[in-house]
């Protein structure tokens, strides 16, 4: 265009302006200003909260617009964004959707319509056809005129709050996301109820935490939460449990994602191959419902870990709890925000008992001049002034005798009220209604200076009333768990096949016209052992080069301690074979390593790779010799103890060896696995977290016993996931006899059962199928005692002890089993076991001489305290 103008940089340096030309604005300056100016506007008007109220400021005008509007009824949405239009200076598409934001997070918005659906991401429905109110809580916590800072709107028309006298921590109850210029804030909700306990304590020096709770609930991890600060991250889980082993249903997602995105992650998993799947059914409407179905042969426990690794049912959210303080932005943890919005509501409330004592105060001068303006006649005195100023002047002069004890002068503005109080009224004045009336001011006057002074007692008390007057249905929805760290190449399908060249001495996934060697996945590693003794763990690749003369491939897991390697070796240097057996848990990927001591010429003669430990029998042939009287011999691999792969192992001979056979299959030597119970994450483990269970090895099984009353055996595969109430988990004893105490809903009494355990893979309720049903005690004792304690019209009755054993036979589990008293029963336990001997049966009489040629009986002996220890029960 022939009216720019440009500007060089040496024109910017030393600007010479010519005589006679026009002004030139130089740009050199302005924008570093310029973007400053944005950049706190952007910071301190539209991005990110203040500390006071929680509030954004389009936020915060919408709710002044909606406390501006409210008359208790519904206004169309619509109305309320044109109305807010007259604050906020932007458009009102960011003020409806602000506004929709508000209403989802249920707390300071009554809705009616469709407001969207936070499972879903459906969007709500135009604003002219849904509608809002201020709720309750809004209007008793968020609003007070009185001590409310103001100042003028974007125009000049119009006042807008500063801040809102918020007396409630709604920054952390709403949680609150924004992006402005070099700047986040990411913090995230907290509990409404768990929030109001946390500024109890607070106020009453107590310690206190706080961790996030989502709408959508789910479960998440804190462990690094780090007080909302940046560098903090969570975990979020969808909470997805087994309907039977071809179904799965997600009923929580993770906070921030809805249905549509986990499904899309689920399928994506699934044509990626990482996960198999059959099929999704969203059946998602007041609460989220998500059915993934299993094709057969595919393991649900595997499954839910896949679904957590490698799909959108486990995020990680890095919260940045940046606000705005003091006009500036600070970052600050949740700790020190809600001990920030306690201190200010307790300020708050302060502010309003000084403004009620003052109302009071004026209250109870201006009934006490009424009375005294009344009761003394004064107004008879003002008949013959002409003037208003005599009248005024009167009015004082009259009062004055008699308000010698208030606490400040009488004002003309007193006056003033007194001479137009109409004739009627003091016609009708009643000196008792007006004595009574300052009685109740000065009882007030002094409740509220005894609220001042002890102020803090009193904001305790207003957080407790908020807490029973709106706490109720606000429970925390999401559950705190620590999560087990799930390996991805421990779950992951195998959704590809190895192959291998041992001529050319390649590996691969693409090398199809050579020799199938196993399935894998494309993440997992794989360890290739030489014939020199090497060996190398790499990622799956479609072809990698390891060399020729390759003896053994196969998949590597890392920290696996059960595959066990049995390998001899001829040493390059001094011809000695050895053997050893070892395992490898954890190596550098593309590392060589070696089984034998390293020497050149070194080779390795017999190799077996065991993943469960297994010990073969193996014949070694020696090269003829005239000196040897024996050529071959046996040995077997378990007499070799299992070392470190970097071990020599054990001479095996020192003669030259022409060969090396397997002639017998081995058995594990690696005895039961132990096993262990983690009740923080809920999943079972072999590294010694949490409760031992016991050592399992083959159909060896656990026993898991729910607080609802039912009960199911699984493997002892840790892959296993118990995610309902576990009253109690153990190896499973096929012989223990077992005692339940349960509410009968259906009979409504107490019944007693024994029972022993039946073979079941699915959850099966010994406590009979009514919903109202409740287990109250279940023992394991061999011969348990029941004491009852009664209560009701049979209070006075002596507590009843029944021995079990006695009472009730062994039946089976579907059995209902025998009512426990006709009495009222108010409160039973389970005391000290009975110490009953088992019933021996005697021998056959056993005939022996003696020196009369009698016969003497003889029975087995008992070892008492053999038995006791052996049949000891625990107690639940």
Aim: proline content about 3%.
């Amino acid at each position: 265009m022939s009216d720019e103008i440009e500007l060089h940089a040496e024109d910017n340096a030393n600007p010479q302006p010519e005589t006679g030309a026009r002004h030139i604005t130089y740009l050199s300056g302005h924008y570093e200003n310029w973007f400053l100016d944005y950049a706190s506007y952007v910071i301190l008007e539209r991005a990110v909260p203040y500390v006071n109220d929680g509030l954004k400021p389009v936020q915060r005008r919408i709710l002044h617009s909606m406390k501006r509007m409210d008359d208790g009824r519904y206004n169309k949405v619509a109305n309320i964004i044109g109305h807010t239009m007259q604050f906020h200076p932007h458009g009102d598409a960011s003020i409806g959707d602000a506004l929709v934001g508000l209403g989802q997070k249920d707390l300071l918005i009554d809705m009616q319509g469709n407001w969207g659906n936070i499972f879903t991401g459906d969007r709500a429905a135009a604003s002219r056809y849904i509608e809002a109110r201020l709720s309750k809580f809004a209007l008793e916590v968020v609003f007070n005129p009185k001590i409310t800072a103001w100042k003028a709107s974007y125009d000049g028309r119009n006042k807008e709050p500063i801040t809102l006298p918020v007396k409630f921590p709604l920054l952390l109850a709403q949680g609150v996301e924004g992006i402005a210029v070099g700047m986040a804030s990411k913090i995230m909700p907290h509990n409404f109820v768990e929030l109001l306990e946390a500024s109890i304590k607070f106020l009453k020096n107590e310690a206190f935490e706080l961790y996030p709770d989502f709408p959508t609930g789910g479960m998440v991890d804190v462990s690094k939460y780090n007080d909302g600060l940046r560098g903090g991250s969570i975990k979020v889980r969808a909470k997805i449990s087994k309907i039977d082993n071809k179904t799965l249903a997600i009923t929580d997602v993770p906070f921030s994602r809805t249905t549509s995105q986990v499904i899309d992650s689920i399928l994506k998993a699934n044509d990626k191959g990482t996960i198999k799947i059959k099929k999704v059914d969203d059946n998602t409407a007041a609460g989220v419902e998500i059915l993934v179905h299993l094709p057969a042969g595919v393991s649900p426990d595997e499954t839910i870990d896949a679904l957590y690794v490698f799909t959108d049912c486990e995020i990680s959210i890095s919260p940045n709890s940046s606000v705005i303080l003091d006009k500036h932005p600070q970052f600050l943890g949740v700790s020190e925000i809600l001990r920030i919005s306690t201190n200010n509501t307790r300020d708050l409330l302060r502010q309003e008992l000084e403004i009620r004592l003052n109302e009071l105060k004026e209250e109870w001068i201006k009934t006490s001049l009424e009375k005294i303006f009344i009761e003394k006649e004064v107004y008879e005195l003002i008949k013959p002034c002409k003037t208003e100023e005599d009248i005024l002047s009167t009015i004082d002069k009259g009062l004055a005798p008699h308000v010698t004890h208030f606490w400040r002068a009488v004002t003309r503005e007193d006056c003033v009220m007194l001479s137009n109080i109409p004739i009627k009224r003091i016609s009708k004045f009643s000196s008792f209604k007006a004595d009574e009336h300052l009685k109740d001011i000065d009882i007030e006057i002094k409740e509220v200076k005894n609220h001042l002074a002890h102020i803090t007692d009193y904001a305790i008390n207003y957080f407790t009333q908020i807490l029973k007057k709106y706490g109720a249905g606000r429970e925390r929805k999401t559950e705190i768990r620590n999560f087990e760290q799930i390996e991805a190449t421990q779950v992951v399908i195998a959704n590809t096949k190895l192959y291998a060249n041992y001529a050319d001495g390649f590996v691969g996934t693409n090398l199809k016209k050579d020799e199938f060697v196993c399935d894998c996945s494309d993440i997992d590693d794989i360890i290739v052992f030489m014939q020199d003794g090497s060996y190398r763990i790499s990622k799956v690749s479609e072809k990698a080069f390891f060399g020729k003369n390759i003896i053994h491939i196969g998949v590597f897991r890392k920290n696996d301690e059960r595959t066990i390697y049995n390998a001899a070796y001829r040493d390059g240097k001094t011809g000695i074979v050895y053997m050893k057996r070892f395992a490898v848990t954890g190596v550098t990927r593309d590392k060589e390593y070696n089984v034998t001591r390293g020497e050149k010429n070194s080779k390795i003669l017999y190799f077996s790779a065991n993943p469960n430990g297994e010990a073969e029998i193996i014949k070694v042939y020696l090269r003829p010799n005239a000196r040897l009287r024996k050529n071959v011999f046996e040995i077997d691999f378990s007499t070799q103890a299992i070392k470190g792969r970097a071990s020599q192992g054990n001479i095996l001979t020192k003669h030259p060896t022409l060969k090396i056979l397997k002639i017998e299959e081995g058995v594990s030597t690696l005895g039961g696995r132990k096993i262990y119970f983690n009740p923080e994450t809920k999943r079972l483990n072999d590294s010694g977290y949490g409760e031992f269970l016991g050592e399992f090895k083959g159909s060896d099984k656990i026993l898991v016993i729910t607080k609802d009353g039912k009960y199911t055996l699984t493997t002892f595969d840790l892959s296993n996931h118990y995610e309902i109430d576990i009253h109690s988990i153990e190896k499973f004893d096929a012989d223990k006899i077992w005692t339940a105490v349960f509410f009968d809903a259906e009979q409504d009494n107490y019944y007693i059962k024994r029972f022993e355990i039946e073979e079941t893979a699915k959850y099966l309720s010994f406590i009979g199928d009514h919903e109202q049903s409740k287990l109250i005690l279940i023992n394991d004792d061999d011969y348990p005692q029941l004491q009852i304690n009664f209560s009701g019209k049979h209070a006075s009755r002596e507590a009843e002890l029944i021995d079990v054993d006695e009472f009730i036979g062994v039946k089976g589990v579907k059995a209902r089993g025998k009512r426990i008293s006709t009495f009222t029963i108010g409160t039973m336990e389970f005391i000290e076991p009975l110490d009953k001997a088992p019933e021996i049966d005697e021998s056959e009489e056993n005939k022996g001489e003696t020196d009369g040629d009698t016969q003497e009986k003889s029975s087995p002996s008992f070892d008492k305290e053999a038995w006791e220890k052996a049949n000891q029960g625990s107690l639940f």
